[in-house]
């Protein structure tokens, strides 16, 4: 199933991915930095979406309170608990 999601506090305009059996797929940031991002795409691509989003949750960008990969996590935990 294709999920979007809106993140709020960071660079990104909004991140795409599907789930797949519980594994994540196709992970796609627009905006914020194209190449931190497009490693961590590349990174979790056909990986267990809840573990990446109990690795990834609470990691800050600078003195932000959020990040692009905290901002995943909570795109997969939303996207989870809808299911």
Known sequence: MDYSYQPQGVCSREIRFSLENGKLTNVNFVGGCP????GISK???GQDASEIAKRLSGVRCGGKPTSCPDQLARA???AL???
Do not use: F, P, T, Y
């Open 35 to 38: 190449g931190n991002l497009l």
């Open 43 to 45: 990174l979790v691509e």
């Open 76 to 78: 997969i935990q939303q």
């Open 81 to 83: 608990a809808s299911k």
